[in-house]
Each structure stands twice: as structure tokens, then as C-alpha cells.
């Protein structure tokens, strides 16, 4: 690992990779890139702040290295330089980046609940903290239980769970009265955060706090171009544009428009369900970001949705991406392409529904609770 008296760079480098690659794959964990409504530019920002934070942390683990060099005004022997180094290596490269990695899942995991949150505001706009109860539970966080604010109140922006390391604390949306806020919860830097609004994992590190302005400003610039250098080609070429993905951009923008100029005060009904369909910002949105095979068709089914779902077959009810809020969904085929899809149609547990999304996988077909 050492180059001389210092760590080299290119040992440096390696030793980021590992952070990164590690909690990078952690975020994949909480918030898997299968999920339906995955938003790319969320995981993006999210494995950003992960490149940075591995950057602190490779920068406090040399420094602290390199200081075991030199006991007191000697320098130390190679056997007992090798053995207090463990000690600290044992603490970064194992105990605790496992513990990161765990809380790294947790934070992914709850920037995806907030992005539900985000789309069933309209139906349940508050959210509870609630904490397990049991034996092992903080008494500052025991405290926290039951706490319900509106789902924009400024509390969510440090108070979002987990609230330390090891948290088990949770969100529940609901439609229960907003309740006062306790005092006395004292966070650290790491967690005073909402994953699903910054976009960061971490609001900050202790080992961000254990470096000089210099260092954090090398840290910093480190973490872009590693995380350059670690997409670059075989062949060390940037990437090439992936036009694509810009097409794909252009047709969320397309439909993101056309949606919330034509369909927000549209309701439609179908003979097979009992109340009308209507649409929401939210929902456009999430239909807009979908998977589907049939890309370039998907504007032409929103211009043309009225009919769509006038005309589509009724095949049943479904427990699909069941919620408190949407208990049920029901699964209307049609054809595009002379191929089948299906759209799905979620119920609220207040007899509302609402256009929610569409597939071109026949598993949506399964398990239906009843035709």
C-alpha cells in the first residue's frame, strides 16, 4: 500500500473503488433499478453522494494511516507500524463500512418509500414516524412514535428514518391529524437527511469533519474523476452520447406536457368498473418514466385514451403493488402493435381511481382475485 512515507495514489484510488463499488451496490439493494417507478435521476444523485462520502472516507483512512508512522517523535518499527495499522484498517475496510452498507440499504430504501409517499400525497397528505416499541428501542426515538406532520412540513428534512445507525424506525402515510413536535433528538451529521428529497444518502460524515479545507477540496475532486475514470471504455474513450437516452428524455418531456395540459380534469369511464378514471400529475409522471417495449407508441395511447380504456377488455382485480392506500388495482387489456398490454387501474380505499401505469409483461396477469 505504501509508497515511501505516503500511500500512492493509485492504492488510493483501488481503496475508493472498494468503498464506492460496495455502497454503490447497497444502493442497487434499497432501491432496485427493477423497481416500477424507478427514477434513474434519483439513483444517480443517490451513487453521487455515495462517490463523494467514499472519498472522505478513503482520505480519513490515510490520513489516519499515515499518523501511525511516527510515535510520539520516533519512528515507529515495521512490525508494530503493521500491527496498529490493522487495527485501523480492520475498523474502516470491515466493521464499519459494513455498518455503512446496512444503513446505506436503509437510506435507499426510504428514498424510495418517499417517492410513493410523493404520488398518494393528494389522497393521504401526512405522514406518521413510527418506531418498533420493543425493548431495543431508543428512548429519543421512543419518543419520536406517533409523531404525524404534513407530508411538506420541514421536519422530513432531517427527521426522515433511520435516525441513527441501526434505526428501525419507519414511515406510514396517512390522513390522521397532524400531531405536535417533540424536542430533545439530537441527530448526527450523517442522518439529519431525507434520501428522497436531497438525493444524498448521507447530509454529511464524520470523516468529512476530520479534514482540513484542502483535503475536503482534493476529496471532493478526487471522487469526480475516479467516478469518470471508472466509466470510461476499455480503450480509455469517454462513453459515447447514447442517443437513446436522449430520445427517451424527449418523450418524457412530450408526454409529462401533453398530460398535464389535457388529462388532469378528464375523467373516464369504463362499463366494467364501478367509478370513473382520472389522472394526476404524479401519475403522468410515473407512466411518462415506465419501462414499456413499445416506446415511441406510448404518447399515442395518452392522445388517445379515452378510447383506449373505453374500448379495452376488463380481465379482473388484482392485489399489484398493493398499498394501505391502493388495496386493489384493476387490469384492463388492449393491443398496441398487435401486441397485448395491459393498463392498471388503481382503487383507493376511498372509491377513487386512478390511471396508474402500463405493462408488457403478462406476469401482471397472474394471481388476479377475481374475472
Known sequence: MFNEKNVSFVNRQKLWNFYNTTLSKAVDVGYSPKTEFYDEELAKSLKENIAQFSAFKETSFRKEVESLLIDGKHLRSKGDFKKEALKVSDDYNYRWLETERHQTIAHANMAEKWKDFERNVELYPNLQLVSVNDARVR???????????????????????????????????????????????????????????????????????????????????????????????????????????????????????????????????????????????????????????????KINILKNIENVIKTSKYIGKSDFKATDIYPFAHILEIKVLNEKSWLVIKESVDKQMIFYSISDSEKITENLIKK
Open 139 to 297: 428512548p429519543d426515538h421512543k419518543v419520536l412514535d406517533g409523531t404525524i406532520r404534513p407530508f411538506n412540513d420541514p421536519f422530513w428534512k432531517s427527521h426522515t428514518p433511520p435516525l441513527d445507525w441501526g434505526c428501525r424506525c419507519d414511515l406510514i402515510q396517512t390522513d390522521e391529524d397532524i400531531t405536535e413536535i417533540p424536542g430533545g433528538l439530537q441527530l448526527k451529521i450523517e442522518f439529519a437527511n431525507n434520501p428522497g428529497d436531497s438525493g444524498k444518502i448521507f447530509g454529511g460524515s464524520a470523516y468529512e469533519d476530520n479534514l482540513t479545507k484542502e483535503e475536503k477540496k482534493e476529496a471532493k475532486k478526487n471522487a469526480k474523476n475516479w467516478t469518470l475514470k471508472s466509466n470510461m471504455s476499455s480503450d480509455d474513450r469517454p462513453i459515447p452520447f447514447d442517443e437513446a437516452k436522449e430520445k427517451r428524455k424527449q418523450q418524457r418531456a412530450e408526454i409529462n406536457n401533453y398530460g398535464k395540459e389535457n388529462l388532469l380534469d378528464l375523467k373516464i369511464n369504463h362499463k366494467d368498473l364501478p367509478y370513473e378514471i382520472g389522472f394526476t400529475t404524479r401519475q403522468i409522471k410515473e407512466f411518462a418514466s415506465q419501462p414499456y417495449k413499445h416506446l415511441d407508441e
